[in-house]
Nanobody, 123 residues
């Protein structure tokens, strides 16, 4: 079992920044690929970024490249998502999830999910 707890969401204006955190605990050695996903009302959940714990392997969806940065503190372990130049269309519930498999962002590859943290961007 892996437990994931997200934090850091909030409300910002267009162009603002937020940093999300995903604190992992439990059997993290078996699920070392951590992904960030988001889901807006009425839309499917989509992958945003992923990172393999203990390596520099990262993946970004094209919609966030250059604006979002995923990073990790391996010792904790915690994965961060630094979001800058936020747009209204970034508004969604953001989830982190853990997978055995690197490095795509297919929701079906992820076994454990957090409860989510809401990000709202207003103009």
């Amino acid at each position: 079992q892996v437990q994931l707890v997200e934090s850091g969401g909030g409300s910002v204006q267009t162009g603002g920044s937020l940093r999300l955190s995903c604190a992992a605990s439990g059997r993290t050695d078996s699920h070392k690929y951590i992904g960030w996903f988001r889901q807006a009302p009425g839309k499917e959940r989509e992958g945003v970024a992923g990172i393999y714990i203990g390596s520099e392997t990262t993946y970004y969806d094209n919609s966030v490249k250059g604006r979002f940065t995923i990073s990790q503190d391996e010792a904790k372990p915690t994965v961060y998502l630094e979001m800058t130049s936020l747009k209204v269309e970034d508004t969604a519930m953001y989830y982190c999830a853990a997978s055995r498999w690197c490095c795509a962002l297919r929701t079906t590859d992820f076994d454990y999910w957090g409860q989510g943290t809401q990000v709202t961007v207003s103009s």
